[in-house]
Nanobody, 126 residues
């Protein structure tokens, strides 16, 4: 059974940094692409960043480019999202998700991902 468990969320002041992690089990993580999505109250879940199975390809939402960095450690079955220069509009529940890799293309749509974690809250105060 596949499990994805996010951690590292919390409260941070505007301009601060956080790193959230996604621990994977129950599947061969190294053969799965990984994505991070977020959902703020009243909003739909939106794409944040994604990384291919080997880490060679990444994709970012325009709103986080230059501030967020996605990475992964396949030996440890963990993925990360480093978030710098956080702003109040980044406040949301952050979810990691995985999908079996089909190559180097990195998917950005919710519906393309098969497995999801329970989410971790990130709150940025102004």
């Amino acid at each position: 059974q596949v499990h994805l468990v996010e951690s590292g969320g919390g409260l941070v002041q505007s301009g601060g940094s956080l790193r959230v992690a996604c621990a994977a089990s129950g599947h061969t993580f190294a053969t799965y692409d990984m994505g991070w999505f977020r959902q703020a109250p009243g909003n739909e879940r939106e794409f944040v960043a994604a990384i291919s199975w080997r880490g060679g390809s990444t994709n970012y939402a325009d709103s986080v480019k230059g501030r967020f960095t996605i990475s992964r450690d396949n030996a440890k079955n963990i993925g990360y999202l480093q978030m710098n220069s956080l702003q109040p509009e980044d406040t949301a529940v952050y979810y990691c998700a995985t999908r079996y890799s089909s190559g180097t293309y990195v998917y950005t749509n919710n519906n393309d991902y098969n497995y999801w974690g329970q989410g971790t809250q990130v709150t940025v105060s102004s």
